[in-house]
């Protein structure tokens, strides 16, 4: 894998950060991605198969998230995958990256709250 600045990977796609969501939580394989990335949005970001499965095999590429090797006895084509130290680094920058964008819409009465 070839190096890249953590600031290279940023803004993350919407749909790479919903990946990293749900992978924050626990380990998951790909269906089990789709839907609670599915169940959170509610229709808002759709996410086709095809879509999820390549960003899962950029995010591998670049380091955010691994893929585990199956368990004994379990069907060998179901990915799990895991959010690494790297991922969930990035994942923090880019949580404050869209926090300090909202609060600058707050600021510019875009959205309601205190500024």
Same mark, same amino acid.
């Given at each position: 894998?070839?190096?890249?600045?953590?600031?290279?990977?940023?803004?993350?796609?919407?749909?790479?950060?919903?990946?990293?969501?749900?992978?924050?939580?626990?380990?998951?394989?790909?269906? @089990?991605?789709?839907?609670? =990335? #599915?169940?959170? %949005?509610?229709?808002? +970001?759709?996410?086709?198969? *095809? /879509?999820?499965? !390549? @960003?899962?095999?950029?995010? =591998? #590429?670049?380091? %955010?998230?691994?893929? +585990?090797?199956?368990?004994? *006895? /379990?069907?060998? !084509?179901?990915?799990?995958?895991?959010?690494?130290?790297?991922?969930?680094?990035?994942?923090?920058?880019?949580?404050?990256?869209?926090?300090?964008?909202?609060?600058?819409?707050?600021?510019?009465?875009?959205?309601?709250?205190?500024?």
């Amino acid at each position: 894998m070839p190096f890249r600045s953590s600031e290279s990977l940023l803004p993350l796609t919407p749909i790479a950060f919903e990946i990293l969501l749900a992978l924050a939580e626990e380990d998951r394989h790909g269906y @089990a991605i789709l839907q609670a =990335v #599915e169940g959170r %949005l509610r229709g808002k +970001l759709p996410l086709r198969t *095809g /879509t999820l499965y !390549r @960003a899962l095999a950029r995010l =591998v #590429e670049d380091g %955010l998230i691994e893929e +585990l090797d199956s368990a004994p *006895g /379990t069907d060998s !084509r179901r990915r799990t995958y895991r959010i690494t130290k790297h991922g969930r680094s990035i994942a923090r920058a880019e949580t404050e990256r869209m926090a300090d964008q909202v609060a600058a819409a707050r600021s510019r009465r875009l959205i309601p709250g205190r500024p």
